[in-house]
């Protein structure tokens, strides 16, 4: 059974400031992880993922997140926030041979002026 | 790439009724998925098909769900007799299925049901 914990649904950061967002995985098989955002009234859009190559995965607008074993986790930054990141982010994981996603209950991100 | 449609956006019905939603994936790819949201959760597995087939069942999915892909393309979801508890926001997803466990899923914009 795999399963998802995503650690604090909601995440106020200033403009400019580090973005994390924390996800933390149950799985047994190996991984594979991944980020969604979600804008109000729109779908999932990915913004990375970790298929078993490079542990730190690089993603769309600047995001990135890092594969850790040994931590069980798969934990989002971006350097410096932007008012545009405000969204509701998702971590999932599925494995190998299983093509259902299971999610996180999500991490609303706020951005502060 | 038009990507996921999905239709209605959103659709009110009194409890008891039947609802259908429509999902029309991109046009090359084979696996479609669809998944629920409740208010507060993350999106939550229902089923999802290899081109017609259907392959995969949650146990979420009860006897009054019913989802149809005929002839691999567009799928539907039915909801019998519904129910106050089947309010929520169902989503819709398809992947090429060339990478099996991670294939990226492109999801529509998906169709908010309320049951009064």
């Known amino acids: 059974a795999q399963s998802v914990t995503q650690l604090g649904s909601h995440v106020s950061v200033s403009e400019g400031a580090l973005v994390l967002l924390r996800c933390n995985y149950s799985?047994?098989?190996?991984?594979?992880l991944f980020w969604y955002v979600q804008y109000p009234n729109q779908g999932l859009q990915l913004l990375l993922k970790y298929t078993s190559a490079a542990t730190l995965v690089k993603g769309i607008n600047g995001f990135e997140a890092e594969f850790k074993k040994s931590e069980t986790s798969f934990h989002l930054t971006k350097p410096s926030a932007h008012m545009s990141d405000a969204a509701e982010y998702f971590c999932a994981v599925s494995g190998t041979g299983s093509y259902q996603l299971t999610f996180g209950k999500g991490t609303k991100l706020s951005v502060i002026p | 790439d038009t990507g996921v449609s999905q239709d209605p956006r959103h659709k009110i019905t009194k409890r008891g009724q039947n609802v259908t939603f429509r999902c029309d994936p991109i046009s090359e790819h084979n696996r479609l998925y669809w998944y629920r949201q409740t208010l507060g959760q993350g999106p939550e597995f229902l089923t999802y098909f290899q081109n017609e087939a259907q392959l995969e069942k949650s146990r979420l999915l009860s006897d009054r769900f019913s989802a149809e892909r005929p002839k691999g393309s567009f799928s539907t979801l039915e909801i019998q007799r519904t129910e106050q508890g089947d309010s929520a926001m169902y989503l819709c997803?398809?992947?090429?299925?060339?990478?099996?466990?991670?294939?990226?899923?492109?999801f529509g914009p998906g169709t908010r049901l309320t049951v009064l």
């Open positions: 997803a398809s992947s090429l299925g060339r990478l099996a466990g991670a294939d990226e899923q492109f």
């Open positions: 799985s047994s098989v190996p991984p594979y």
